[in-house]
Nanobody, 120 residues
Framework: QVQLVESGGGLVQPGGSLRLSCAAS????????MSWYRQAPGKGRELVAV????????NYADSVKGRFTISRDNAKNMVALQMNSLKPEDTAAYYC?????????????WGQGTQVTVSS
């Protein structure tokens, strides 16, 4: 059974930092592209950052470039999102996403989300 469990969300003041973690199980983690998405109230889900299976390549939404860093540890089946210089507009539920192919079939899974609130 595939599980993605996020942690690390919370309330932080503008300019502060948070580190989100996602613990994965139930699939071959090292074969999956891992991503973080976010969804603010009343808005659609937005791709924040993505990291390829070996961690060689990353990509970020323009709104978080230079402030957020995605990383992964394939030995621990974990992906993290380091968020610095947080802004009120970063307030959202953050979701971990796994995407991989198995025998040429695509599979995609989501975590339950963790809330990040940036406010003074």
């Amino acid at each position: 059974q595939v599980q993605l469990v996020e942690s690390g969300g919370g309330l932080v003041q503008p300019g502060g930092s948070l580190r989100l973690s996602c613990a994965a199980s139930g699939f071959t983690f090292s074969s999956a592209t891992m991503s973080w998405y976010r969804q603010a109230p009343g808005k659609g889900r937005e791709l924040v950052a993505v990291i390829t299976d070996a961690g060689v390549s990353t990509n970020y939404a323009d709104s978080v470039k230079g402030r957020f860093t995605i990383s992964r540890d394939n030995a621990k089946n974990m992906v993290a999102l380091q968020m610095n210089s947080l802004k009120p507009e970063d307030t959202a539920a953050y979701y971990c996403n796994a995407h991989y192919y198995y025998y040429a079939r695509p599979y995609e899974y989501w975590g339950q989300g963790t809330q990040v609130t940036v406010s003074s």
